[in-house]
């Protein structure tokens, strides 16, 4: 059974510097290489963002740091880590609040745990006192997994009691985590046979929602019924919109040749949805704070991809 907290929250103050995704392109048809961080949920936000998480991408972080390469062509390439390199259900994870102090400000974050264990409330610490980004959000960092952060913040996060203040050092300096909620990963693999027999159901086709990474000229050679096109290459374009033209309440499936590029995707939506939320609430629950947390509810990448599809369940499907 997983665990939820039910104490109270103030106010948390938005930023565009919560939970930053950063992506780096690269393609032969471009004369520059492109690297900018952005959160691609929030419209309002431009690729050439210049604003940087404290924890970058260069160094290992307890924030998410997604690497995403891409190259010019319909064969792209890309890597992609958070912490599995593969989708299945049961992985656990963890929503972790932080903040976060100098290394040489051990009497200061002695002081702050104190205060928390007198009945303050940690968002207002780290909205006064902590040096990550985070602290505009009251140092919440959302949904992590193993993998994802340093190890000792790792260590510490998925051993501390549900709600529990807990200290730990890390490279970056001091910290004060609680973990507020857990849940099991919403991201699973589909096998092509099962995919196949949903497919026959009209209904199925009415209520999932159906992407489809790949290039247009790979969906010109072999294509399902009912998938919307997003081509991973043209993932600028696209993200930024993709928790209003989708519902992260209805069941995902995501496709692609081989079931790589689709797993990329997969695992980014998993962090989607919430951050337009946040936006546009003064005061909220844990309870409340789970919800909106959650990005895409259940999201199933097509184990193998449209290839294993064809090959596997029907095989009126071109390969290619």
Same mark, same amino acid.
């Given at each position: 059974?997983?665990?939820?907290?039910?104490?109270h929250?103030?106010?948390?103050?938005?930023?565009p510097?919560?939970?930053?995704?950063?992506?780096?392109?690269?393609?032969?048809?471009?004369?520059t290489h492109?690297s900018?961080?952005? *959160?691609?949920t929030?419209?309002?936000l431009?690729?050439k963002?210049?604003?940087?998480?404290?924890?970058s991408?260069s160094?290992?972080?307890?924030?998410?740091?997604?690497?995403?390469?891409?190259?010019?062509?319909?064969?792209?390439?890309?890597?992609?880590?958070?912490g599995?390199?593969e989708?299945?259900?049961?992985?656990?994870?963890i929503? $972790?609040? @932080?903040?976060?102090v100098?290394?040489?400000?051990l009497n200061? =974050? +002695?002081?702050?745990?104190?205060? =928390?264990?007198?009945g303050?409330?940690?968002?207002?610490?780290?909205t006064?006192?902590? =040096?990550c980004?985070?602290k505009q959000? %009251?140092g919440?960092?959302?949904? !992590?997994r193993k %993998?994802?952060?340093?190890p /000792?913040?790792? /260590?510490?996060?998925?051993?501390?009691?549900l709600?529990?203040v807990v200290?730990c050092k890390?490279?970056?300096g001091w910290?004060?985590? &609680? +973990?507020?909620?857990e849940?099991?990963?919403?991201?699973?693999? =589909?096998?092509?046979?099962e995919?196949h027999?949903?497919?026959?159901d009209?209904?199925f086709l /009415?209520?999932?929602q159906l992407i489809? #990474?790949?290039?247009?000229d790979? !969906?010109d050679?072999a294509s399902?019924?009912?998938?919307v $096109?997003?081509p991973?290459?043209q993932?600028?374009?696209?993200?930024?919109?993709?928790?209003?033209?989708f519902?992260?309440q209805?069941d995902?499936? !995501?496709? *692609? @040749? @081989?079931?790589v590029?689709?797993?990329q $995707?997969a695992k980014?939506? &998993?962090t989607?949805d919430?951050? $337009?939320c946040i936006? @546009?609430?003064r005061?909220i629950?844990?309870?409340?704070? #789970?919800?909106?947390f &959650? %990005?895409?509810?259940?999201?199933?990448n +097509?184990?193998g %991809?449209?290839?294993a599809?064809? #090959?596997?369940?029907d095989p009126? +499907?071109?390969t290619?």
């Amino acid at each position: 059974m997983m665990r939820t907290s039910s104490s109270h929250l103030p106010s948390l103050k938005p930023s565009p510097l919560f939970l930053l995704t950063t992506f780096n392109f690269s393609s032969s048809s471009l004369n520059t290489h492109n690297s900018f961080s952005f *959160c691609p949920t929030l419209p309002s936000l431009s690729l050439k963002q210049q604003q940087q998480p404290f924890f970058s991408t260069s160094a290992p972080s307890p924030l998410l740091n997604w690497s995403l390469t891409m190259m010019g062509s319909s064969s792209s390439k890309a890597s992609f880590s958070t912490g599995s390199s593969e989708g299945g259900g049961g992985e656990r994870e963890i929503m $972790v609040q @932080h903040l976060l102090v100098n290394e040489s400000n051990l009497n200061l =974050i +002695v002081e702050l745990q104190q205060k =928390i264990l007198g009945g303050e409330d940690l968002s207002d610490l780290a909205t006064e006192h902590s =040096i990550c980004p985070s602290k505009q959000q %009251g140092g919440m960092l959302g949904w !992590v997994r193993k %993998g994802q952060m340093v190890p /000792e913040f790792e /260590e510490a996060a998925f051993n501390a009691p549900l709600n529990k203040v807990v200290r730990c050092k890390t490279k970056f300096g001091w910290h004060l985590l &609680q +973990v507020l909620s857990e849940r099991e990963t919403s991201l699973q693999d =589909i096998d092509p046979e099962e995919l196949h027999l949903k497919m026959q159901d009209p209904g199925f086709l /009415e209520e999932a929602q159906l992407i489809d #990474v790949r290039e247009p000229d790979e !969906v010109d050679q072999a294509s399902l019924p009912g998938f919307v $096109v997003l081509p991973l290459r043209q993932f600028g374009s696209w993200s930024a919109e993709i928790s209003t033209k989708f519902n992260p309440q209805k069941d995902t499936y !995501v496709l *692609c @040749h @081989h079931g790589v590029r689709s797993l990329q $995707v997969a695992k980014w939506l &998993q962090t989607q949805d919430w951050l $337009v939320c946040i936006l @546009h609430m003064r005061s909220i629950t844990v309870p409340d704070m #789970v919800s909106i947390f &959650q %990005g895409f509810k259940r999201i199933f990448n +097509v184990k193998g %991809g449209i290839h294993a599809y064809a #090959v596997k369940a029907d095989p009126s +499907v071109s390969t290619y």
